[in-house]
């Protein structure tokens, strides 16, 4: 029997953490007033983590995002100098957003309400019937730029109009751990969007914790993070970092596609690991997995591992590489969910197979979290309880609401990171 699968004795983590281990208030699911706060004192003021950079390659590719949560649509591009930039998507005239594509390439921006037209950087370079105006100056009227930085190839941005504090500093412990992971196929995301009628925190929550998985998923992933010797799905290991929290996930060795599955297991007569959480072999996988932040235990029951890059994105790893979910709030119980595969172009019709299995697989299970957390929420809602009891094993859930409650508190972000 593997002895990781008891690190997680019950108190462990969640009383070394320093958490409580009373029943935590459900009032910030519900609550417009909380939502309000949350908008002010934690989205307008954290490093917002985009998506990878390898998605905007050459200079003058460019990709726009709507952030409902921050009253804004953003533009980031790649300057022709290789740096990521990104701009309010907002007109310097009246106010239109200027870019209307959700991606491309191009070297210049014309607004389509009069045609004013920005450059790559910003800078406005063409007004029509300029003389028209009135003491204008076109080099104040570029588009309004926004904090961006880059670390280890994601894109955050941050919408302060002065950050508080540097991104590293943000990311704390969890730069520490993640430093120098090489991620496979980092430029080839397939995207699944849904629009969930749950708040943000209820789908992320659904998402960092194991305990769920042998029941809501018994028909799908059930006997793939549990198993006879683990039938709860105890976690491998979890970690709080600053802010950021990790799970490691426990995987069933010995899990095989019942006879009957005949699908799967021709999916898997191609592939290795026999993972239903992975889809490639991708050769750059070997250094991906030997890293220190790759199945941190180094168990050969791994199924794979969560890190939550506070506040709204799960950073993903497993077996086959790497995904993210993503949790953009847009409204008190209303949140637009995306979830980002990155995986190689397929190269064999056996290739091609596999990840078709893999995503209708992970659509399937999703399937199952999404309308159980819209569920929830329902139930929330009622104000039938006002409280949730967390387990060890819900410590993730836990520490994210202790960080968010320092958050919405805090005058300042260091003190919310102290
Ligand atoms: S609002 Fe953009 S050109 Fe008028
Ligand atoms: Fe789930």
């Not at 004795?9 to 009032?27: D, I």
């Not at 907002?90 to 450059?119: D, E, I, M, Q």
């Not at 005949?262 to 191609?270: A, I």
Request: charged share 20%; proline share 6%.
């Amino acid at each position: 029997m593997n002895e990781q699968l008891f690190k997680l004795s019950p108190s462990n983590v969640t009383v070394e953490a320093g958490l409580s281990t009373g029943p935590v208030s459900v009032e910030s699911y519900i609550s417009p007033e909380h939502y309000a706060r949350e908008k002010e004192q934690v989205f307008r003021r954290a490093w917002l983590l985009l998506g990878r950079e390898e998605e905007i390659p050459n200079a003058g590719d460019f990709v726009t995002r709507d952030i409902d949560v921050c009253d804004a649509n953003v533009l980031i591009t790649r300057s022709k100098g290789g740096h990521v930039r990104a701009f309010h998507n907002v007109c310097s005239h009246r106010g239109s957003h200027v870019v209307l594509k959700p991606s491309g390439n191009a070297g210049k921006f014309v607004c389509p309400y009069h045609n004013w037209t920005y450059k790559n950087d910003g800078s406005l370079v063409g007004v029509p019937d300029e003389s028209s105006f009135f003491n204008f100056d076109k080099k104040n009227c570029g588009l309004t730029p926004i904090a961006a930085e880059v670390w280890e190839g994601w894109v955050f941005i941050n919408l302060s109009p002065e950050p508080q504090v540097s991104l590293r500093e943000f990311l704390g412990p969890l730069a520490d751990l993640m430093a120098g992971i090489p991620y496979p196929a980092a430029g080839h995301p397939i995207v699944i969007q849904a629009d969930i009628d749950a708040n943000w925190k209820a789908i992320c929550d659904a998402f960092i914790e194991t305990y769920h998985i042998p029941v809501l998923h018994a028909e799908t992933i059930g006997t793939t993070y549990a198993s006879p010797e683990n039938p709860f799905a105890h976690m491998l290991d979890a970690r709080m970092l600053g802010a950021h929290r990790l799970i490691s996930t426990y995987g069933n060795a010995n899990y095989a596609a019942k006879p009957s599955n005949k699908v799967e297991r021709l999916g898997q007569d191609t592939h290795s690991t026999a993972s239903v959480t992975s889809c490639s072999n991708d050769p750059a996988l070997v250094s991906f997995l030997e890293h220190p932040a790759v199945n941190p235990t180094k168990s050969t029951s791994w199924a794979q591992d969560v890190y939550h890059v506070f506040p709204h994105v799960h950073i993903d790893v497993g077996p086959g590489g790497f995904w993210t979910h993503n949790f953009w709030p847009t409204s008190h119980k209303t949140t637009r969910y995306e979830a980002r595969f990155y995986v190689p172009p397929a190269a064999t019709v056996a290739e091609r197979f596999r990840q078709e299995l893999f995503i209708s697989r992970v659509v399937e299970v999703a399937l199952e979290d999404l309308a159980n957390v819209a569920r929830t929420q329902k139930g929330m809602q009622s104000r039938a309880k006002g409280f949730m009891y967390l387990q060890e094993n819900e410590v993730a859930i836990r520490h994210l609401h202790s960080t968010l409650d320092k958050w919405v508190k805090a005058s300042t972000v260091r003190e919310a990171l102290a």
